[in-house]
């Protein structure tokens, strides 16, 4: 996919991420709190497709937009409907597995997403055994592989097992995609 692309479909979601984040500040963080995967809860489902766009602080998503850009974008320079495939399987899986599976809290940021982003890059190096994905996953693995520790239960603030699912949906997608 051409460069200009890329940089329209990232920097629109990440504008995207970005109005929600100020309308969320307006509100008092209103939209985090009732919008994110709630575990087992039927209101949580809604949190499943939201909380990608929703974050707790604006430090909070300052911190997912840099890996999001750098890695969705690496993504979507491949092809844009991979991209959107990957996004949705990611979404998808790893949100249903924190609501069934997360501990009682409310789960919401781009962070799963951008788990399950390094989880595709990594696993497509293995799976797709081309030169170009073996040397992307080499540089993810380079440049952000301290990630690895955010699947860890280190901070109760912190959603680890989005981090744990998202990481984990995006090795799937990674396989799905090899046997395409």
Known sequence: ????????????????????????????????????????????????????????SVFHLLMNTLPFAILGGLICLQD?????EVSLIVIIVSGLAVWLLGRSA??????????????????????AKDLQSILIALGVAVFYGGMIFGILPLRAYVSWEGHLSGLLAGILAAKLNARL
């Open 106 to 127: 409310v789960h919401a940021g781009a962070s799963a997403l951008i788990f399950g982003y390094f989880g595709f890059l990594l696993a497509s190096g293995w799976y």
């Open 1 to 56: 996919m051409p460069m200009k692309t890329t940089v329209t479909w990232i920097g629109g979601l990440i504008a995207i991420m970005w109005a929600v984040e100020v309308l969320n500040l307006v509100t008092g963080y209103s939209l985090s709190r009732s919008g994110g995967i709630q575990p087992r809860t039927l209101v949580g489902l809604i949190g499943i497709p939201a909380s990608p766009f929703l974050h707790f």
């Open 80 to 84: 844009k409907k991979l991209f959107v």
